[in-house]
Each structure stands twice: as C-alpha cells, then as structure tokens.
C-alpha cells in the first residue's frame, strides 16, 4: 500500500478532478441556465433548449455532492475550515442552486407566461450566482484568507470581495457563459443554433480577455516566486482561451473542446497553484494548512481509495453512455407538440424496425 | 415574567440554539420528501414492471401518472440534500473536525455508490421513452429505486454511528476510524435502514391509496387507481405491521445501547420492576423535572414488551443520569423527557392508526366493497398525512432523545459547532433556508395536486402542447 504522503496527495489529485468534472460538466448548464431566454424565444424554442441538459444537469450537479463528501472523508480540517468559513457565500450558492433545480421540474408545470418568465429568471439569477461565487471562492482559496492558529477563518463575507476575488468570479461566469453558448450550439439546430453560436462568438472574446488576466494575476501574485508549473498549465489555459474565441464562430465541436479544455486547465492551474496546501492563511505563512494537517488518517483514505478505485471508473462508463444515448441534436420543431410514450415508442419502433422487443409481451397473443 | 432556566427571548437565541434549530428545521423539511421518494420510485418500478409483464395500458398509465409525482418529490429532495451535506461544516465544523475521519466516508460513498447512479439514470428514465428499448428503460426505472435505498443506507450508517459509536479510537481528541466495516455494518444501522426503508414504503403507499381513493371516489379511470389500490392497501398493511415489529426490536436494542433515550420515551423516573406502559402524562417542560404531575398507565406492559416479563426491571432516568456523572463528569445527561415522550407517541399513534386503516382497507378490499366504502375513500384523504407526521416524530425522537450528545458518549452537542459563526450569520441562513423552504413547499404542493387532478393522460391521445408535460419538460 501506497506511505501515507502519497496518500494524501492522491487525494488531493482526486478531489481535485472531482471539482474539474464538476466544473466542465455543470458549467455549461451554469451557461445554457443563463442563456433560456436569451437563446429560446417561444416555448417550443426554451423547452428545446432545456432538453439539451434535462437528461444530465442532476447527474452533473453529484460531482459537486461527491466533491463535498470527498472533501469531508479525505480532509475533515480542510472541510471544516473552508465550510464554516465561506460561510454566507455558500448559503448564496446553495440558494441558487435550489432555485435552479426546482425552475427546471416547474418550468413546464405550468401554462401561464407570468409562471414560466418567473421560473426562466429564477433559472438565469440561479444559474449565474454560483458560476460568479465558484469563482471568487476558488480565487479566495488560492490567494488566502485570514485563518488563525487554529484553523479557523476570522474574516467575513465582505473580506471575501476584493478584486481579485471578484475578477476570479467575472471570469468563471463569463467561461461558463460561453461554454453553454457552444454546447448550446453544438446540441441544437436551426434558429436555435445559429443564435448560440453567435451569442457565443460574441462572449468568448471578453471571456477570453478577462480569465488571461485573472490567470495573470494569479500567476505573478504566488506567495514566494512564481509557481513554474502553475504558470505553464495557466499559459495554456490562455490559450485554450483564445482558441475558443478564434473558433466560437466557426466549429461548434472544437470550440467545446476548446471551452472544456480552458476550463480544466483553468482550475489546474489554481489547484496547482494551492499545492501543497488545502487553504492558504493571509494573516501569516505559519498557519497555512498543509495537506498533512488537514487530512484523515491513513486507514481512512486507505479505505476511500480502494472504494474510489472500484466506483470511479463505473461512474464515468455509466455517465458517458448517457451522453452517448441523448447525443442527437434537438430542434424546435421537435418539441411545438409533446407526445407520449406510446407514439415515442412507435416512432422508435419505425426508424430503427426493432420488432417484438417493442411490444408488450401480453400483447402477442 | 418570571423564565423558566434555559428558556429565554427568540431575539437573544445564541448561535448553538438557531443552528440547532436550522439543523432540525432543513431536515424534517428534507425527509417529507425523502420517504415519499423512495417509496414511489419503487412503486413505480413495480408499475412498469407490471405494464412491461402483462401489456395492460393502465399500467403504463399509472406508470407515468406516479412517476410525474415522484419527480416532483425527487427534485425537492434532491435540492434540499445538498443543504444536508453543506451545513455539517458550515454550521458544525467542530463536530466536522471531530467524526470527519469516520463521519465523512459513508458520505462520500453515498455520492459515489448512490447519486451518481440515481441522477444518472433518473435522467435517461425520464428522457429516455422511446429512446432506450423497453428493457433497458425498466432497468432504469429499478436502478432508480435500487440507488434511493443505497443512499438511505450511507447516511443511516453516518447517523446510527452518532447513536452508536463502534469501529474507532481516540487520537488527538479526535474520533479516529479503526475499521470501516463495523461502521458500515454497525447493528444500528442494520436496523435503522430496515426501518426507515419499511416506513418509507408506507408513506408512498398511504400517498397512494389518498389519491386513488381520491379519484375512486368521483369514478375517475377507476382502472388506473383500482389496480394501484389493490397493490397499495395491502403492502401498506405489511409495511405497517413490519415497520412497527422492527421498530420494537429497535427500541429493545436501544435500551442496550441508549438507555437514557428509551427511559425518556416512557418517562420512567425511577428504576422499577414491573413498570407500566404510559398512555398520558404531564411533567414539568424541562429535560429533568424529575417526576411526573399526572401519569396514566398499563400495569406491567412495558416491562413487558421490552424485557419479555412483566416483572423485568426498568432503569429509569435519575439512576442513568448518576451513573453517567460518576463515567463523565458532573453534567445533565437528560434529554427534555416530554419530547422524547411525546415525539415516541406521537410516532406510535400514527403508526398504529395507520396500520389500523389499512388493515380494515383490506378487509373492504377482500369483501369486494371498497370502492362503495364513502368512509374509507373519504378518510384516505387527511390519513396521508400520518406517515408524515410518524417519521418527523421518529426523527425529533432519535435526535433530541441522544441530548445532549451529538456523538453518544464522545462529543457533547454544545462544543460542536462552528466556533467563527456567530448569532447574527445563522439568523440569516436560518430565516433564509425557512423562508426559502416555505415558498418551495407552497408551490410544491400546488404543482402535485394539479397533476393530480389532472390525472393519467390517455396512452392512446398526444398530451396537448403548452399543456403541462407528461414526466420532461
């Protein structure tokens, strides 16, 4: 078995890809959230545009939970410090995201404009308060906050918006913005489509603009020197930056790999920044907390290793198929009428001339 | 005003009280949803299955009619459970720091194990009419099911290892995880989830028996609900009388493992031999007034039932209350015994009257007179409201009855929360989740009795467009 250090960084590394997976999946339904009335215009437009992550915005959202429940397992200080610290910035995330999660169920629950406008703008503030507020919480988490002695924060929420902070959140709202935008893009057709894409030209630009400078920052601001390797995975996030900008316009496909790649190599940078620690101390270097002092035991992780061995690859085979099996394109034509599962089974049973699997088995006889 | 000790203004309310309070409120608020989700997302599979065996429409019907409720619940509970996994630490980051070597694992393994797998196939079940072929599509529906019950087994594990610590030591202050499979396999645990999952069964089922009672009773698609009644009433007469057997094994393993808790529930004072079962009392409201003003009682039936002899010896609480000042300390180890007594009966009464209800269901059910029973129909109505009323009773008990422990015997609940969080920053969150909760609650319950009234939608007939949608969007 791997010596507890090793240990520890695995985790770190692991927690890490928890919140990549998070960030990169839900932050394009952060940004098709935002986008419902900008892109949809009519009903049959918006419940298109809501089809493109209805069957994958719960399952993106458990990234966040296993994040949380990994942190917690992995590093109970960390957890504790960062919880009860970001205090008030954490009721406004999970404040969004229940709006937004309950505005998805609801939305089609009822037939009056008042009722579905009022639900699209809880889908829009609830979708864009935590794609701002990641941002300023990681960009806080990097750049340091008052911790004391005792691992706890002694700041509050306001210590919490400095402009660094802020830069941090504009940017991830804007990278979550364009990456709906081009998923968007991607995922419809028609009118649908061609207002994604251009939304997303038009956004990928200052996205761009403001992540490389927030990058900058980070990179020039690290405690002690640069961080060389942070600097190299930021340069690239920059330039995954611009690739989407340049490509926004033109290919929906590689400007979504572009988006995704600037995503991760965004938060790699930060978390590659933030190593060896779990939380960075601006009162003093001294109360820094280091992966060690912010860890479970050795037979804790020992145990959530081989449990995440087991699961993780499952997980991840499971969540693609589910991609794979909704990867047709939507329209709005598609959705002007709902029809049911009989009609849906029957138009299956059509294009694909699947034969007695289709019927009911009582019904042969 | 003269104040009773430790009762005091709502306005000066410390931080450990509102957290306390915000801890209470945001869970009974999340297990409304999280029973009647469990249990519909079985009952639904069963429908399916049932359309999937016989290729009867009505089961298809009921099908979709059932599965546009349970995702109603579902995306309450779905939303409410990430306030569950953030305010551990937001709120409680002493206790974090404390259990999160153990506390924090089954957590992480209910994401991994369960979550993922129910967000995941919820979604393709929903979106997944007409794309997946019909086995794989029924699949989902059983793997939907099958990871609510996985999850309820994590967190009851996380929980049941607060009643009753096994599988750690002591290091550092801390609680430290020595062996993961006593945790997950603690016994009680064991009964926890048998419990909780049977109860769960029984809430979706007195759910389906109101509505299909509810449409009977106006001879509405009597062939939809006829066939969902005939499934409910029985297993809610099973469920019934299994939730409360197991129950009683339960309480008698809780007497082993939390004494002072079962004292409590029976407000027995003093040890006695032969104690009876109380019906009604009054006391003083405080967590050990010592005696009781009024008791009304069963002469040797609680020595009964959790002994096996009438004559079997009952500790009460001023005699586990020394003996646990001699192990830890000078201290009140009582929890407020006329909440424990009450919240036990209250659990009790409701389960009883449930099973009551059901069983003469049954009885109707067999004589082939229910559908012209006016009482059982009309009654089936507000009776959907006991499950409800049993599990935040269950849950008020098991919480408040530990006081005031937050870990049995390890972490006292008043050092266990976040030292940095004061009064006026849990006052916000409270207010905020409470108000939050409130509105959700009121739309919630808006959205599920229309898509009641509306009914199943006829398979044969496309649901209108700008109508409300069948189970997507």
């Known amino acids: 078995m791997p010596d507890y250090t090793t240990l520890q960084v695995v985790w770190f590394v692991l927690i890490s890809i928890l919140w990549l997976g998070y960030f990169v999946l839900e932050g394009f339904d952060f940004g098709v959230g935002m986008l419902i009335r900008a892109v949809g215009r009519d009903d049959a437009e918006k419940r298109a545009v809501l089809h493109t992550i209805g069957p994958v915005w719960d399952g993106n959202e458990v990234w966040l939970i296993v994040a949380g429940g990994a942190t917690f397992a992995a590093f109970p200080q960390w957890y504790a410090t960062l919880f009860s610290g970001f205090y008030l910035a954490l009721f406004l995330i999970l404040v969004g995201l229940i709006v937004r999660n309950v505005s998805f169920e609801f939305w089609g629950k009822g037939e009056s404009a008042r009722w579905r406008r009022g639900w699209e703008w809880a889908m829009i503030l609830g979708s864009a308060l935590p794609a701002l507020l990641w941002g300023v919480g990681w960009a806080n988490i990097v750049h340091g906050v008052p911790i004391d002695a005792r691992m706890e924060y002694t700041g509050t929420l306001f210590d919490l918006l400095h402009p660094y902070a802020l830069l941090g959140g504009v940017a991830t709202l804007l990278m979550f913005l364009t990456h709906g935008a081009v998923f968007l893009s991607l995922r419809t057709e028609g009118d649908l489509g061609e207002r994604a894409k251009a939304i997303a030209g038009r956004v990928a630009a200052p996205a761009a603009a403001v992540g490389i400078v927030f990058l900058l920052w980070t990179v020039l601001s690290h405690r002690g020197g640069i961080d060389v390797a942070s600097a190299i995975v930021a340069a690239l996030s920059a330039a995954c930056l611009l690739a989407a900008a340049a490509l926004a316009r033109r290919s929906a496909g590689r400007a979504f790999l572009a988006t995704a790649l600037a995503i991760v190599t965004f938060f790699v940078a930060l978390f590659v920044d933030l190593f060896p620690h779990t939380m960075v101390s601006s009162t003093s270097g001294a109360f820094d907390m280091t992966l060690n002092a912010s860890s479970s035991s050795s037979y804790t992780l020992t145990v959530m290793t081989v449990v995440a061995a087991l699961l993780v690859p499952v997980v991840l085979v499971y969540q693609a198929w589910t991609y794979w099996v909704f990867r047709q394109r939507v329209s709005a034509e598609d959705f002007g009428a709902v029809r049911n599962p009989l009609d849906l089974l029957a138009a299956r049973h059509e294009d694909e001339g699947e034969d007695d699997e289709l019927e009911p088995a009582g019904s042969r006889s | ?473």
């Open chain 2, 1 to 473: 005003m003269e104040v009773a000790p430790g009762v005091h203004s709502v306005a000066s309310m410390t931080a450990l009280e509102l957290a306390r309070w915000q801890f209470g409120i945001t869970t009974l608020y999340h297990f409304i949803f999280v029973p009647l989700t469990i249990g519909l997302a079985l009952s639904v599979a069963i429908f399916q299955t049932k359309w999937h065996r016989t290729g009867e429409e009505h089961w298809l019907r009921a099908t979709r009619f059932w599965g546009k409720l349970m995702l109603i619940s579902f995306a309450l509970g779905v939303a409410t459970g990430l306030v569950q996994e953030f305010q551990f630490g937001m709120n409680w980051s002493n206790y974090s720091r404390f259990v999160g070597d153990i506390f924090g694992a089954p957590l992480a393994m209910e994401g991994l194990a369960a979550f993922f797998v129910e967000s995941t196939f919820l979604g393709l079940w929903i979106f997944g009419w007409g794309r997946l072929s019909k086995k794989v599509h029924l699949a989902c529906a059983w793997a939907v099911a099958g990871s609510t019950a996985l999850s309820a087994y994590f967190i009851l594990a996380a929980n049941s290892w607060m009643q009753h610590p096994v599988g750690y030591r002591m290091a550092d202050g801390k609680a430290e995880l020595t062996n993961i499979a006593s945790v997950l396999f603690n016994n009680t645990a064991l009964y926890a989830f048998a419990h909780t999952m049977l109860a769960a069964v029984l809430t979706a089922g007195m759910v389906l028996i109101a509505v299909s009672a509810w449409n009977v009773r106006q001879g509405r698609e009597t062939a939809v609900f006829g066939g969902t009644m005939r499934i409910a009433v029985p297993m809610v007469t099973l469920a019934a009388v299994a939730t409360i057997v197991v129950g009683h094994f339960d309480g008698i393993l809780m007497t082993e493992q939390q004494p002072m808790k079962m004292a409590a529930a029976d407000a027995v004072f003093n040890t006695e031999k032969g104690a009876g079962l109380s019906l009604f009392a009054t006391g003083d409201f405080k967590s050990n007034p010592e005696g009781l003003n009024r008791n009304v009682q069963i002469p040797n039936l609680l020595s009964w039932i959790t002994t096996g002899y009438p004559q079997g010896e009952i500790r009460g609480i001023n005699d586990i209350n020394r003996e646990y000042q001699r192990k830890f300390g000078p201290g009140n180890y009582t929890p407020i015994v006329a909440v424990a007594y009450w919240s036990w009966r209250g659990m009790l009464g409701c389960a009883f009257a449930m099973l009551g209800f059901a069983a003469w269901g049954w009885w109707l059910l067999r004589k082939g007179t229910l559908r012209d029973s006016k009482w059982f129909l009309r009654l089936a109505v507000p009776f959907a409201a006991l499950p409800f009323l049993a599990s935040s009773c269950g849950w008020i008990f098991t919480e408040m009855g530990r006081q005031p422990w937050v870990v049995f015997g390890l972490l006292k609940t008043d050092v266990a929360n976040s030292p940095t969080v004061g009064a006026a920053e849990v006052w916000i969150t409270l207010l905020g989740f409470t108000l939050l909760y409130g509105v959700l609650a009121a739309i919630a319950a808006r959205v599920f009795l229309k898509a009641v009234k509306k009914g199943p939608v006829e398979a044969g007939k496309a649901e209108d467009p700008g109508q409300e949608l069948a189970l997507a969007y």
